[in-house]
């Protein structure tokens, strides 16, 4: 495995594919986690059960959106420093940004129990799920710190090119995870507490993991350059950085709990199937994040190098490759969609569910291309550091999405629903382009000459 991977020469083509393949590969895996928690939960203990996993996934996301957001500033910061060979910043920005998000998963955590029941009757959770939805909120939110320290890990691996050892973590852990589904929910007969204790182990495994190969990895990295352990005005810049997009992810995750607590107020058919289903489009999505996220890396070592030129032909490529991808998605959704859904439902669940699910995919994938190009344009403006301008991108796709799913549910039912994210996608990748052709995140200045 390389110690390091410099996105500011060579072909600009095998550089992404070299750097986004991996980062797929490994948010493939990051879907296991919920895809063996439903198939689990849907196969042995039921739906209303599965209905309750979906409702505690929406409120765990608040967690997980509010340290990825805030992790993307350390990632800004450590992927311009590691562009401009000052490496000397960069282990100072790892080592600030380890202490600081160490804090905020403890925080996290408390918070999180303290609010288990408030968020739940926030949901609209249906009474025969609540107590399933309880039990697994409570062991969660016990482990929000490893969230909190593996997605601070996974960013800085990132930042320094080397998106290989997220994807291995990810893929021990998800087979861990998959594991201990099994026997502590199946052999066990755990139930759904021990569905949740299966992904705290999982995740807590990546964390810890993750810790000790970036330590040593350091050491190579920085050489003779030394950092300090922490810094008050780095911490600041990151923050800075991160808070908008932390902004963003926590209101996008309420947005989320939003539209779930619509499905459940639909019944418990369309709540179930829009569990399932989004599980199949949680993969589908993930060939899309992963080019947004690689080229979020791949522009920040470049500006921070000087090289424009290259995030531009990144961009290119990137949008001639996502079409390839849209491609291939529709036709293994329209072939086989029914029967992956199947694997999240009991045999005997009523046919309504399926098709309820099939028909939510049917609408999703004609929209991907669009949902593609949303995150590759935004991908470009983070890394300029034009945090503001994608949170603004990201507020309008959830607050059309939104708004339209609840103004129209009256006369389009469950169809507002579906459309309303194909829509969310189309306003926002309108204000992102503007920003990208007017060229003014070119003169945004992150590091200090």
Not at 5 to 14: E, M, N, R
Request: hydrophobic share 50%; aromatic share 10%; charged share 10%.
């Amino acid at each position: 495995m390389r110690e390091k991977t410099d996105l500011t020469s060579g072909s600009v083509w095998k550089s992404m594919l070299a750097f986004a393949v991996p980062l797929f590969i490994g948010n493939l895996f990051q879907q296991f986690y919920g895809i063996a928690d439903t198939a689990v939960v849907g196969n042995v203990i039921g739906k209303d059960a599965l209905t309750a996993v979906g409702t505690a996934s929406s409120a765990m996301s608040l967690v997980t959106g509010l340290s990825m957001g805030l992790s993307t500033g350390s990632n800004i910061v450590i992927s311009q420093c590691f562009g401009a060979k000052r490496y000397g910043e960069t282990r100072t920005a790892v080592n600030t940004a380890l202490r600081a998000f160490l804090v905020l998963g403890v925080i996290a955590s408390i918070v999180g129990l303290l609010l288990i029941n408030p968020l739940l009757s926030l949901l609209q959770t249906p009474t025969e799920c609540l107590v399933y939805a309880q039990q697994y909120l409570r062991i969660a939110f016990l482990g929000a710190i490893f969230i909190m320290m593996y997605n601070i890990l996974n960013q800085i691996s990132i930042a320094t090119g080397d998106s290989q050892t997220p994807m291995l973590m990810l893929i021990i852990a998800s087979v861990m995870n998959v594991i201990l589904d099994i026997l502590f929910a199946a052999k066990l007969n755990m139930g759904i507490g021990g569905v949740a204790l299966a992904t705290v182990i999982g995740q807590g495994f990546s964390a810890v993991t993750c810790f000790m190969i970036l330590r040593r990895r350091m050491k190579n990295l920085c050489g003779d350059q030394a950092g300090v352990g922490f810094d008050r005005a780095v911490c600041g810049q990151m923050f800075k950085l991160g808070f908008p997009s932390m902004l963003q992810t926590g209101i996008s995750s309420s947005g989320v709990m939003a539209m779930q607590g619509l499905m459940n107020s639909l019944g418990s058919n369309t709540a179930a199937a829009f569990v399932a289903a989004n599980k199949i489009d949680g993969i589908a999505m993930t060939p899309m994040v992963s080019l947004g996220t690689a080229m979020g890396t791949f522009s920040a070592q470049n500006i921070g190098a000087k090289k424009t030129e290259r995030v531009k032909e990144g961009m290119r490529f990137n949008h001639i490759f996502a079409v390839c991808i849209c491609i291939v998605l529709g036709i293994v959704i329209f072939s086989i969609g029914g029967t992956l859904l199947g694997l999240f439902l009991k045999a005997d669940t009523a046919q309504e569910v399926i098709d309820i699910g099939i028909e939510y995919l049917h609408v999703a994938v004609f929209s991907y291309a669009v949902m593609a190009f949303m995150f590759i344009t935004t991908g470009v403006l983070r890394g300029a550091g034009d945090v503001k301008v994608v949170f603004v991108s990201a507020m309008l796709d959830l607050g059309c999405r939104v708004l339209f799913a609840y103004a129209c549910v009256g006369f389009m039912g469950r169809y507002a629903v579906w459309l309303s994210y194909p829509f969310g996608w189309f306003c926002s990748c309108v204000l992102a382009y503007s920003r990208y052709f007017s060229k003014k995140w070119m003169n945004i200045k992150v590091l200090k000459d």
